[in-house]
């Protein structure tokens, strides 16, 4: 069987999770946290670190590999995504080489084109990308077979970016009616109100001279954001907590000592709460549901238990209970990690086939459904095709690589060897994931179904929910005047019902590329949002005025696909490549 596991890529963290016996877990690093802190940072080596050994590392300036090339932000993404994968395997003890990845709300074809680039370069093949919400109402909702249908509002709340979504939860579906994500507002601003708040305390202090270098300002904000972080999580169980920050952490002869009330952080928090409940709002009028018609607000994300948002939502949305049964911070990767397990078909990539989950490869052009094997770089730490004998990256010798790899496989717990694909470790005796059915646990009858199941084999109770997805923006060309020719809005079903049609001109006799630009937001004006741009590639020998037919559609993951033809010739070759940079 071929494991998937289920990421939540949170903008400042992510959490794995698989089904293990039925039940979504998550799994844990070394460190023994579910929580991969989304950072990067360099050893005094200069070698990259990522997660948990970045924290703490110097950050500032760019990130090179060891013989002085800097990392693209798309190889930054596939090492974080490596260690990931790593942290996985360790979990599991076996190879995990597909994944649903939920992705924020915000995220527009640039972010959605570069992660595919770093998870196939990584080695992970991507069954599915799911907006963050939808993995929340996957999480929630399955668990509740036989109840009726329900109208919930998901408020998301990240570190660093917030949400929110209207979902219509049937029996064995999720539908999203509006959706919204910011990714500037998240919950990381709060902690930042209070270091704000510490600094003002400092400067305050008379005698006190503050370092007013950037490097010194910013090794103080680093080491007040532990002590704010701590506050905000106790004044979300709290009415007060008491914040002493010692001179000797901020290198500094004064020190911090206060009471910091749930009141007064509320009134720090204040305007950054109300842009985030104004959103909430913004959705859930978008969604045309009446705030009486929301049966129940969900929310997930480590930054949404702060009082003041719960008593505002539930102000907002009178009838609507506050939902407790999913874990805010892994909540999503369960999500995701269900969606992996239940997933019949998978899509393949080059040719749109819908093949059964258990093929590796296509039935129809043999492109492989599942994570090519990789190499790291003992050098830059790139992950490489493991047939390569050096680093495509740096020419770093991959032979060293070759060889640990070559050694037998050991249990993640106790380092014993083990043989492939035995069932438990013959030193400790643990379960090493073989054998595992890899699918949820019925809600009905409690057996663990294997992956792929639609329906429990056991009772007959459906297991795959159909999950649905909604664009976030709207994409479209310039009118010649220069105001936004919306193709495909906002809020439109995923995959695109029917593909938006428009035709190109060529301008000059034997033209054989083209360039049209493409817009991606919600400004009138197309230069205002984000850019991208289609380029064609034409046959030889075209008079000027040729028309080339081009169908734009998004796809089931939110990607825009594009095919163009010549108008009355459709066997001419046209090739269509789409740039988002980032
Ligand atoms: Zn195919
Ligand atoms: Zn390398
Ligand atoms: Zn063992
Ligand atoms: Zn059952």
Request: glycine residues 12%.
């Amino acid at each position: 069987m071929l494991r998937a596991v289920g990421i939540d890529l949170g903008t400042t963290k992510a959490v794995i999770a698989a089904l293990r016996r039925g039940e979504p877990l998550a799994l844990a690093g070394v460190d023994g946290s579910p929580i991969v802190p989304a950072v990067m940072g360099r050893s005094p080596e200069g070698r990259v670190l990522v997660g948990h050994a970045a924290a703490g590392a110097p950050r500032e300036g760019e990130l090179c590999t060891p013989d002085g090339q800097p990392y693209t932000a798309v190889e930054r993404m596939a090492l974080f995504l490596a260690l990931l994968k790593r942290q996985a395997e360790q979990a599991l003890g076996e190879p995990v080489r597909r994944a649903v990845l939920a992705i924020p709300v915000y995220f527009g074809q640039a972010q959605i084109a570069s992660l595919l680039e770093a998870a196939q370069m990584a080695g992970l093949f991507v069954l599915r990308l799911v907006q963050s919400p939808l993995a929340a109402g996957v999480a929630y909702g399955l668990g509740r077979p036989g109840a009726r249908p329900q109208t919930i509002l998901v408020f998301d709340l990240g570190g660093g970016c917030l949400d929110v979504a209207v979902l219509r939860l049937f029996h064995g579906a999720v539908v999203p009616l509006a959706l919204c994500g910011d990714g500037w507002l998240g919950g990381n601003e709060f902690s930042d109100a209070i270091v704000a708040h510490l600094i003002r305390q400092l400067q305050a202090q008379r005698e006190l001279v503050l370092d007013e270098t950037a490097a010194a300002r910013q090794r103080l904000r680093r080491e007040l954001r532990v002590y704010a972080e701590q506050a905000k999580v106790a004044l979300s169980i709290l009415e007060q907590t008491s914040l002493h920050v010692p001179g000797e952490v901020l290198g500094l002869p004064g020190e911090i000592g206060e009471v910091l009330t749930r009141a007064a952080f509320e009134g720090l928090i204040g305007p950054r709460a109300e842009d985030a409940l104004a959103l909430a709002r913004e959705v859930a009028e978008a969604s045309g549901v009446p705030p009486e018609g929301i049966d129940g607000v969900l929310l997930a994300g480590g930054s949404s238990q702060v009082p003041l948002i719960e008593t505002a939502l539930e102000r907002q949305f009178p009838r609507a209970a506050l939902l407790r049964g999913l874990n805010p911070v892994l909540g999503v990767a369960q999500g995701a990690a269900l969606l992996a397990g239940t997933l019949e078909w998978v899509e393949c990539p080059n040719c749109s086939l819908a093949n059964p989950i258990e093929r590796e490869a296509c039935q129809r052009c043999r492109a492989a459904l599942a994570g090519e094997e990789r190499l790291f770089c003992p050098e830059c730490d790139l992950p490489n095709d493991a047939r390569r004998p050096i680093c495509w990256k740096c020419g770093a010798s991959l032979r060293q690589a070759r060889e640990v790899r070559r050694e037998a496989p050991t249990c993640p717990v106790c380092g014993a060897a083990v043989q492939a694909g035995a069932a438990s470790c013959p030193a400790c005796l643990r379960p090493l994931g073989k054998g595992d059915a890899g699918g949820p646990r019925c809600p009905a009858c409690g057996r663990a179904a294997p992956a792929g199941a639609s329906s429990c084999p056991a009772c007959g109770t459906l297991l795959a929910p159909f999950v649905g997805g909604m664009a976030s923006h709207s994409l479209g060309l310039a009118f010649p005047d220069g105001r936004m020719d919306v193709l495909l809005p906002r809020g439109q079903a995923l995959p695109s019902p029917r593909p938006a049609l428009r035709e190109v001109r060529t301008l000059a006799d034997g033209q054989t590329e083209l360039e049209v630009p493409l817009y991606e937001g919600e400004h009138p004006w197309a230069r205002e949002n984000a850019r991208g741009a289609l380029h064609l590639h034409l046959p030889e020998g075209l008079p000027s005025g040729t028309i080339v037919e081009v169908a734009f559609a998004l796809d089931r993951d939110g990607r825009l696909r594009v095919g163009a033809s010549l108008k009355g010739d459709a066997s001419a070759d046209v090739e269509a490549i789409l740039h988002w940079p980032v």
